[in-house]
């Protein structure tokens, strides 16, 4: 078994030595189609709205990914190249965390939500997205596309393709991949996503939700706890929602989303205002954060053969961070048994290093046994996919300008990402 794993840790090492000496260059793996940013006006889908219209309390996101070192980085690379030294040794091999010793990865079968497929037409965008009111399709993408970039749409907003004869949608929203209905929500006034549907898939042994929101209504009989497969009927695409989405703007809103703390609505509960509720506990949307569904599609569409493992590790790593050690240390690597240590821990662990992606994502997490720290803290910064997301912002440069910190929104993150 340990012949295995070291066995393992030498194909990691070596695997992470041939990008960082450039075989695969530093560029950033997401698509630029799906991360165009024009201007456009607010959305009904914003997570700010959601805040506003359940009246809760606004913090950041991040989530339950946790992968091998492979990144594709740029300012990082000479921390990186120490710690390859370390891995070539065997001194940090048990400790690597990853889905790859646990399960072999297999291709990302997925579907588009609806019978609307115009993502994968050229020039089909416009044909795809739903813009908001008096915006073009740009403002139905991913990312820091409304009010002049100073707006987060965390998903994907798909126009409505059929209508009965009083102007309603009918299309029907399906899976996106296998999986299980994990949340129905379907009193449609109790958030911003309206009636919405959360599935839960497993991608290379990752915990992955689909959000489908704004719907008009569910297939018979769903029910949280059901199996799914791609593709199966679960819900019939609407504009419910409690900010008045009128019916010719009627979309489906897609997520493909990680739950940041399965004790989320602990977490929640002492920091409402008197009168607030958290209808939704852990399926709070301040509890899921998106990363771009549209690249993913594409990524899938330009090579079939893409593993979700191998798109999460294409990703820039926009900041990394220090945590104090704790048992259990994080909420993620709890949570997920693929992010367990892979052997016995180093002792003492005296920190914990993760390492995220510009919308608070956590990529990859590491024992540390040469630092300390009190509290979460900025350790290395990579501006350029920050700039990719700048209404995201979850770090600043401090007052003095010779470090960084976490912003406010950041703080609750990192919060939130360490609540046991
Ligand atoms: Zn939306």
Same mark, same amino acid.
């Given at each position: ?138 403002? %139905?993408?991913?990312?820091? &596309?409304? +009010?002049? #970039?100073? /707006?987060?749409?965390? $998903?994907?907003? =798909?126009?409505?393709?059929? *209508? ?14 296998? %999986?299980?209905?994990?949340? &129905?929500? +379907?009193? #449609?006034? /109790?958030?911003?996503? $309206?009636?919405? =549907?959360?599935?839960?898939? *497993? ?32 819900? =019939? ?184």
């Amino acid at each position: 078994m340990m012949r295995n794993i070291f066995l393992r840790l030498e194909t990691v090492a070596a695997d992470a030595k041939r990008r960082v000496s450039g075989g695969e260059g530093v560029a950033n793996g997401r698509r630029a189609k799906g991360r165009a940013r024009p201007l456009g006006a607010p959305d009904a889908c914003s997570r700010a709205k959601r805040w506003r219209a359940q009246r809760l309390r606004p913090t950041g996101g991040n989530s339950n990914v946790d992968f091998r070192f492979n990144h594709r980085y740029t300012n990082l690379l000479q921390p990186l190249r120490r710690r390859l030294k370390l891995v070539t040794c065997g001194l940090f091999g048990v400790w690597v965390f990853g889905l790859g010793v646990l399960s072999s990865a297999l291709a990302l079968d997925i579907t588009l939500p609806t019978a609307n497929h115009a993502l994968y037409s050229p020039s089909g965008e416009e044909q795809f997205y739903q813009g908001t009111a008096g915006h073009d399709w740009h403002s %139905g993408q991913y990312g820091c &596309v409304r +009010s002049g #970039g100073h /707006q987060y749409h965390e $998903g994907i907003d =798909v126009r409505c393709l059929e *209508r009965d004869r009083h102007g309603e949608p009918t299309d029907r929203v399906v899976a996106i991949a296998d %999986g299980e209905v994990a949340y &129905v929500a +379907s009193v #449609g006034g /109790q958030s911003n996503y $309206g009636r919405y =549907v959360l599935v839960r898939h *497993r991608w290379d042994g990752v915990e992955v939700f689909s959000l489908y929101a704004h719907l008009a209504g569910f297939a018979p009989g769903l029910r949280a706890g059901q199996a799914v497969k791609r593709g199966d009927w679960i819900a =019939v695409l609407g504009h419910s929602g409690t900010q008045n989405i009128p019916k010719d703007r009627a979309h489906l809103h897609l997520e493909i989303c990680f739950q940041i703390n399965r004790n989320f609505a602990a977490w929640f509960a002492p920091r409402m205002a008197k009168g607030d509720r958290n209808d939704h506990a852990n399926y709070n949307g301040i509890n899921l954060q998106g990363i771009d569904p549209a690249a993913i599609f594409l990524a899938t569409k330009d090579k079939p053969s893409l593993n979700f493992r191998e798109y999460m590790e294409s990703q820039p790593v926009a900041f990394t961070a220090l945590f104090p050690a704790r048992r259990p240390p994080l909420s993620c690597m709890r949570a997920q048994p693929w992010c367990n240590v892979n052997g016995p821990e180093p002792k003492p662990v005296t920190a914990y290093e993760v390492w995220f992606m510009a919308e608070g994502v956590a990529t990859f997490v590491r024992p540390r046994t040469d630092v300390t720290t009190p509290a979460p803290r900025v350790l290395t910064v990579n501006e350029p996919p920050l700039i990719s997301l700048p209404a995201r912002r979850l770090v600043e440069r401090d007052a003095k300008r010779r470090g960084w910190q976490f912003t406010t929104k950041g703080g609750e993150l990192m919060e939130m990402l360490c609540f046991q």
